[in-house]
């Protein structure tokens, strides 16, 4: 492992933390996203965003171009902390690179992470299988594909030096995902929750199965009580269903104390 750690932003970091959560965002994000988290999640956790080259402070750096390198920069992270346990938490695309670090620490030989706590794409198989259609999805027009997936901010795309400063990390993330390849290996002695909204409700008809396979202990699929893709409001809300998973709060007193939120502007 490289002895930077430029990749490891702790948004949140205490001397009697007992875990650690490390964050991988969507394509094109960086750490910034998580830094609401910081107030939200329960205590008792360490908060570690990932922060990959191209974006934000590391604006001036190239994107990585394989899921190994990208891999490498969360195993930094995972080196990093100060607690024993720890978990990852994968949004989007994110879910992928948390499935696969994953992997890379049980080949490792290093300490398993508690549990992959991911929001819906799809699962790793599907996703290899489906790399015949990669090619469209490559030359379909960026702007059109980032509003039809929905996890960048509509403001970033309506500004277009925003945007150009952004747009080498979005290609090279979605390039990560287009070209990934999938290789069947035991499932992993970890388990997965599954965060969904309303919109994601379609899609788990089709592909939970595919992500309960991959973990030995099973999937836990669970629903968060907002009408977007939590967006808003309902991106701090989930932080509040995450730390419930993370540390075992009991799933019914968080909901019963939830108001519906609504996502999105």
């Known amino acids: 492992m490289r002895a930077t750690l430029e990749s490891a932003v702790w948004w949140r970091r205490t001397p009697d933390a007992e875990t650690t959560l490390v964050c991988i965002g969507h394509a094109g994000a960086g750490a910034a996203p998580f830094y609401s988290w910081r107030d939200t999640l329960v205590d008792g956790v360490d908060l570690c965003a990932i922060r990959l080259p191209g974006r934000e402070t590391r604006l001036a750096s ?4 394989s ?3 990208v891999v490498g920069e969360v195993l930094d ?3 990093a902390r100060a607690t024993r346990r720890y978990a990852f938490f994968g949004h989007c695309s994110g879910a992928i690179i948390a499935f696969e670090t994953a992997r890379a620490v049980r080949r490792l030989g290093l300490a398993p992470p508690d549990r992959l706590l991911l929001t819906p794409h799809p699962a790793p198989v599907t996703l290899s ?7 469209g ?3 379909e027009e960026l702007r059109a594909r980032l509003v039809r997936l929905g996890a960048t901010d509509t403001a970033v795309l309506a500004n277009p030096e925003l945007f150009a400063l952004v747009r080498p990390a979005l290609e090279a993330d979605l390039r990560l995902v287009d070209e990934y390849e999938y290789c069947r290996e035991a499932p992993l002695e970890v388990p997965i929750t599954l965060f969904v ?3 994601e409700r379609e899609y788990l008809s089709v592909d939970a199965d595919q992500w309960a396979v991959e973990a030995a202990p099973g999937l836990e699929v669970v629903e968060v009580p907002t009408s977007h893709v939590f967006a808003g ?4 809300e989930l932080a509040r269903f995450v730390g419930a998973a993370l540390c075992g709060t009991r799933r019914a007193e968080l909901t019963n104390s939830s108001e519906p939120v609504r996502g999105g502007p």
């Not at 409001?233 to 701090?236: E, G, V």
């Open 233 to 236: 409001a309902a991106w701090t």
């Open 77 to 79: 992270a995972v080196a």
């Open 62 to 65: 190239p994107p990585l171009d």
């Open 67 to 69: 899921m190994a390198a």
């Open 129 to 135: 299988a489906a790399r015949a259609e990669a090619e």
């Open 137 to 139: 999805r490559l030359q």
């Open 197 to 199: 909204g309303a919109r």
